[in-house]
């Protein structure tokens, strides 16, 4: 069994940037896609962006498509989302998540196995 933290979240400018970090600890990364979810007070969670276990392939949900990117280092067990031009609607506790799978290219888009605690992300207006 994957455990995951999650670390970066803070409080940033609307415009500004930030990077979450999520360590993995118990099992290597590279057999997991791997995943990041947020969910904002009152809303439902949502899928923000995932990778594929070799990296290769990538998903965005559309509000974040050109300004977050996601990546990982296997080497390291971490998976890191890059948040650029950040929004007050960006605002929400960002969630890290495992998968277990085979395809070294598939991009999982439903459910995730594992998950971290949780960081805080606030944008301010």
């Known amino acids: 069994q994957v455990q995951l933290v999650e670390s970066g979240g803070g409080l940033v400018q609307a415009g500004g940037s930030l990077r979450l970090s999520c360590a993995a600890s118990g099992r290597t990364l590279a057999t997991y896609a791997m995943a990041w979810f947020r969910q904002a007070p009152g809303r439902e969670r949502e899928l923000v962006s995932a990778?594929?276990?070799?990296?290769?392939?990538?998903h965005f949900v559309d509000s974040v498509k050109g300004r977050f990117l996601i990546s990982r280092d296997n080497a390291k067990n971490t998976v890191y989302l890059q948040m650029n031009r950040v929004k007050p609607e960006d605002t929400a506790v960002y969630y890290c998540a495992a998968e277990p799978i085979l395809a070294a290219n598939l991009v999982p888009t439903g459910k995730y196995t594992y998950w971290g605690q949780g960081t805080q992300v606030t944008v301010s207006s």
């Open positions: 990778i594929s276990r070799s990296g290769a392939s990538t």
